[in-house]
């Protein structure tokens, strides 16, 4: 069964699609940089037996970092997406399997310039990112970009990484933002 084809402009298209190929791959760097710290936070999470921490902490950020890389391209963006779909998956189960334990003051072991605890915010984040990559992966482009679409394609991402940036934030001041937890 196929999902049915969304039409969406392509100015909207490929601003998704750059924004979550730089939020992957920014995410895989910070887990990449720092295999011990990450190697760490998937053991925090209490899942996997220890002998499996090392291969999975070294393999979801490969797979991540290809993933964003695959989103970049038309031509691999189904593919790309599917891998992201994955990577977003068990990250988000995990998160919901710990929550659901009463687990919350954890770190997600997300990647990125502040540490965040576990919560039901870090999930709808995780979902939203989710629904993004189908519309990148189903959305058809119906015409060509011309030289505007390129700059609004730009001013798109900045736009779409700065509202992540604040949403990224205030998860991090979860404590002092009792909406978030």
């Given at each position: 069964?196929?999902l ?8 909207a ?6 924004t979550?190929a ?7 760097w ?10 760490a ?13 090392p291969?999975f ?14 989103l970049?391209?038309?031509?691999t963006?189904?593919?790309g997406?599917a891998?992201?779909l ?16 009463g ?10 310039l ?11 984040r ?9 519309v990148?992966m ?13 700059l ?12 992540y ?5 205030l ?9 978030f937890?």
């Amino acid at each position: 069964m196929t999902l049915p084809s969304l039409v969406f402009d392509p100015v909207a298209v490929h601003g998704l699609a750059a924004t979550l190929a730089i939020l992957l791959m920014f995410g895989a760097w910070q887990k990449l940089r720092d295999p011990l710290v990450f190697s760490a936070a998937v053991e925090n999470y209490g899942l996997l037996s220890a002998s499996w921490v090392p291969a999975f902490a070294l393999c979801l950020p490969v797979m991540e970092a290809a993933a964003g890389a695959m989103l970049l391209l038309p031509q691999t963006a189904v593919a790309g997406g599917a891998i992201a779909l994955l990577v977003l998956s068990l990250a988000t189960g995990a998160v919901v399997i710990n929550l659901s334990r009463g687990r919350r003051d954890i770190d997600c072991g997300c990647g990125g310039l502040s540490h965040q605890p576990l919560s039901w915010g870090l999930v709808s984040r995780n979902l939203a990112l989710m629904a993004a990559i189908l519309v990148v992966m189903h959305g058809d482009v119906e015409r060509s970009l011309v030289w505007l679409d390129y700059l609004t394609v730009a001013a798109t991402v900045l736009a779409l990484f700065g509202l992540y940036a604040v949403f990224n934030q205030l998860l991090a001041n979860r404590p002092a933002t009792p909406v978030f937890r």
